[in-house]
């Protein structure tokens, strides 16, 4: 079975930085693109990040560019997703997903609040 664990979301002050977590179990990790999406309070789903099985590619959503910086440890079976530079706009649960675009199975998630 399938299981992604986010952690690490939490209220922050605009400009702050988080670092999220997803520990992954139940498939091979090393073997699985893995993204970031992540649903704001009343909108839909937005993929916001996506990296391969190697880590070699990486790719970004414009409105994250720049600020938040995707990472695995295939070693560890996790997931990250470094955010800095945090707006009130990143507000949002933020989870991983078991594919490059955010598709396929996804954890429970993890709130991010961006408010001063």
């Known amino acids: 079975e399938v299981q992604l664990v986010e952690s690490g979301g939490g209220l922050v002050q605009p400009g702050g930085s988080l670092r999220l977590s997803c520990a992954a179990s139940?498939?091979?990790?090393?073997?699985?693109?893995m993204s970031w999406v992540r649903q704001a309070p009343g909108k839909g789903l937005e993929w916001v990040s996506g990296?391969?099985?190697?880590?070699?590619?990486?790719n970004y959503a414009d409105s994250v560019k720049g600020r938040f910086t995707i990472s695995r440890d295939n070693a560890k079976n996790t997931l990250y997703l470094q955010m800095n530079g945090l707006k009130p706009e990143d507000t949002a649960v933020y989870y991983c997903?078991?594919?490059?675009?955010?598709?396929?199975?996804r954890g429970q998630g993890t709130q991010v609040t961006v408010s001063s």
């Open positions: 990296i391969t099985t190697g880590g070699g590619w990486t």
């Open positions: 139940g498939f091979t990790f090393r073997n699985s693109d």
């Open positions: 997903a078991k594919s490059l675009l955010g598709t396929g199975e």
